[in-house]
């Protein structure tokens, strides 16, 4: 990966808007004594730098698999003062990346967060984010995922439907996942039952415990 500069910094339209909400669920659920807290699709980064500052002494280790945003993460970790913000990983979730080096060594993980991912990815990649996290996670570990959700069966406003409609057709296998449909695969994994959080925007957090 080249050096970043200044012009590799991205921003994310969503920051400012969810960044607070955001952390204040995740404040709620993880304990910040140590330990690595692992986020996939970190895109821009923003947000990576954002939690990272507010949850030190956490480790906040952020991973794409695009050189794009992997260059505009570094920039956004150059600009911080602490070492809560770990250097950028390249990951595609579809594989078995509990087994790479850069994570493996920070293993037991106290958290593996993914934001608006699994909707614009095919089922793999979800199939992929959970099998790892269950293989990384310490056990009371969270699960975090954010984004838009079909709840149980149910679309959520005509704004997501909508959103939904215009995924689905770019490409049928992405679209909104159902929550029931993730906790099934979570429950199949090893977690636990599945906390829903409505968030602004008629998103949602989805929490699960990893089990010892």
């Given at each position: 990966m080249l050096p970043p500069t200044i012009g590799d910094l991205m921003r994310s339209p969503s920051f400012e808007r969810n960044a607070e909400p955001i952390l204040g669920e995740l404040r709620k659920r993880l304990n910040r004594d140590a330990g690595t807290v692992l986020e996939i699709g970190s895109g821009s980064g923003q947000h990576a730098a954002f939690f990272a500052e507010a949850l030190a002494p956490l480790t906040?280790?952020?991973t794409d698999p695009q050189t794009l945003h992997l260059?505009?993460?570094?920039a956004w970790r150059q600009m911080q003062s602490g070492e809560s913000l770990a250097a950028?990983?390249?990951?595609?979730a579809r594989r078995d990346w509990s087994a790479m080096p850069e994570i493996r060594d920070r293993a037991p993980l106290a958290g593996v967060y993914s934001q608006n991912v699994i909707h614009i990815a095919d089922w793999d990649v979800c199939e992929g984010l959970?099998?790892?996290a269950a293989r990384c996670l310490q056990p009371g570990g969270k699960l975090m995922l954010y984004g838009p959700f079909i709840v149980a069966g149910e679309m959520t406003?005509?704004?997501n439907r909508t959103f939904h409609a215009s995924l689905k057709a770019q490409d049928p296998d992405w679209g909104l996942r159902d929550t029931d449909d993730?906790?099934?695969?979570a429950k199949q994994h090893g977690f636990g039952r599945t906390e829903i959080v409505p968030m602004p925007s008629d998103n949602r957090m989805l929490f699960f415990d990893r089990l010892a």
């Open positions: 906040w280790l952020p260059r505009s993460i570094e950028p990983v390249r990951l595609d959970v099998a790892g406003g005509a704004g993730v906790a099934a695969l």
